[in-house]
């Protein structure tokens, strides 16, 4: 068993199936999951932090296209955005997923906690059970963490973006991004006030988004893996659907995201490539994305529904056919 389990570099012991890899874990990106994304229009809800070196905020100009403002978008939306796509896998494998608000918190709507009981959640934390040990919870439990001092199982890290492409790493979930500060201005329909501006809203976005979000795992357990990469299809999958959009500015096309998780097994140099648009993905890359397709992606997936299925009953355990 543990021979198995340094050749993967995998911790499968707790899983009822055989979990293998064609290639070893240690020629992979692995603990770091690489998210690609590329947003016309991206406006966080929680803010930019800027990093005005070059152009100090009096100096900030809206129109200016050569404002070179990088920063930082904090991943707090983010994660809440990828936790929904989360939700969504382990509800559509027949199971229930972990509240992410307390169930005595203070919720505007009345009676919206005991609805979504109702729609494919659990209350939060009630799959630890009274003596917890390490795979009691469910995995969305594990992966985003629950109460005061269990740490999620995945690190979010934030987003530095630059309008320099040569300053951008996407190794270290570096992004191109276009910071701006949009003006709006909110004016009187009545007849008397002459169209004048009632009021003045300013609003932090990014445009023309195009890198890596940076995630990694804390422990290396394959369903983690199965669950982020079909968490991640699903987002793609229903980027303009309004739920299924990122961060704020919705109704106005905000936070429609492509959005991919790199090929695993790509080395660093080839995750720079993939964002090179002068330069071609090489041959040896093809092949590992055909690795990766029909080797790789399903037994991470198959991984996925033997950990549901141990902590729901009522669920098949995947066969060994299904990863073939
Ligand atoms: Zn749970």
Known sequence: MHGERDRDGFDDAHLDIEFGLPRPVGEMLFPDIYIGLDIDLLAPGDGIVTDRHHASADRYEADDPQNQIAGQISPFTLSGWLRHG????????????????????????????????????????TCIGENADDNAGCVIHDLFGGFGDRAGRVIRRPIRFSPIRRQVDVTQGEAEAHYRQLNTQVRSRNAEDEGQPLRQATRDV??????????????????????????????????????????????????????????????EAELRRVYNRAQDPTSAMDTKDDIWRDQCREEFVRALQARIAAGDGDLPMPTEEESA
């Open 206 to 267: 990014v445009g023309n988004l195009v890198g890596t979000w940076r995630l990694t795992l804390r422990e290396l357990k394959p369903e983690y893996v199965g669950l982020l990469v079909e968490a991640v299809d699903y987002l793609d999958a229903h980027s303009d659907d309004y739920e299924m959009q990122l961060g704020g500015a919705r109704n106005f096309g905000g936070g429609i995201a492509d959005v991919e998780v790199v090929n695993p097994l790509y080395t």
């Open 86 to 125: 989360c939700e969504r896998v382990v509800q559509a494998a027949g199971a229930t997923a972990c509240h992410p608000g307390e169930a005595n918190a203070d919720y505007m709507l009345q009676g919206v906690y005991d609805r979504d009981l109702d729609a494919g959640y659990h209350e939060k934390g």
